[in-house]
């Protein structure tokens, strides 16, 4: 009797233990290509290159949007990681929460993997989300959030994003929650009034993603008409 007793007891604090154990593992969770991001061995001097590279790109589009008619232009993940692991925490770290660090990016066919580490108290783990962007209408970028996740818990996607959309309207960008049928869709509005030549107003047309390759497009217009709206879906890739 004494036997079963201490069977049941070793069992009731066992079970407990093991969840509390795999709760504990999936927080810790980190994806595979987020791991591969971090374990990255190129030296740095290449990395650095490819934050270059990422900003070359970056004024070419700036230019193109200023001065031609037509524009597009194309981001690897390879100069978007670059960047993030070089320039952003040296240079611009004020762009991100104190307790958010070490963003990465992977670009798949049609959505953008994402993920970062994040710190709260004394837990550390990493957040990741998947991602799928198209252009909704003139200067209106889509973000469909297909999936949010703390290791390997989802997570409400307004937990994770709420506070940022607030601090960047504050800030003076213009960013708004929709649904379109399936997903919470994050509605970035990019200023549609400014026209370089004090005519035509440079449009965002296009944001495709393929296998580690980001391409951006657009064009000068006069007006908006015939631009699709939110309840389109977006493109089949």
Same mark, same amino acid.
């Given at each position: ?69 037509? $524009?597009?232009? !194309? ?8 960047? *993030?692991?070089?320039? #952003?925490?040296?240079? =611009? +770290? ?78 003076? $960008?213009?960013? !708004? ?8 869709? *994050?509605?970035?509005? #990019?200023?549609?009034? =400014? +026209? ?42």
């Amino acid at each position: 009797m004494n036997r079963k007793r201490w069977v049941i007891t070793v069992g009731f604090v066992a079970v407990p233990a093991l969840f509390v154990a795999a709760f504990s593992l999936s927080l810790k969770f980190q994806p595979s290509f987020y791991q591969t991001a971090l374990a990255d061995g190129a030296p740095r001097d290449v990395r650095r290159e490819q934050a270059k590279v990422f900003v070359q790109t970056t004024l070419q589009l700036v230019d193109g949007i200023r001065n031609e008619d037509r $524009w597009s232009h !194309e981001f690897t993940e390879d100069a978007v990681n670059g960047w *993030l692991a070089e320039d #952003l925490p040296l240079k =611009y +770290s004020e762009l991100l929460p104190p307790e958010v660090t070490s963003p990465r990016v992977k670009f798949e066919k049609g959505t953008l993997l994402l993920a970062f580490q994040l710190r709260h108290g004394m837990w550390k783990g990493v957040v990741s989300g998947k991602v799928r962007p198209w252009v909704t209408g003139p200067n209106q970028l889509a973000l469909e959030i297909q999936s949010a996740r703390i290791g390997l818990m989802p997570v409400p996607v307004d937990e994770i994003f709420g506070d940022f959309v607030k601090e960047m309207n504050n800030a003076g $960008w213009r960013i !708004e929650w929709k649904n379109n049928g399936r997903q919470d869709v *994050l509605v970035v509005i #990019l200023d549609g009034n =400014y +026209s370089p030549d004090g005519g035509r107003r440079p449009v965002l047309e296009a944001v495709s993603l393929e296998s580690g390759l980001l391409r951006i497009s657009g064009r000068r217009m006069a007006d908006a008409a015939g631009a699709p709206r939110l309840a389109d879906k977006p493109p089949v890739q």
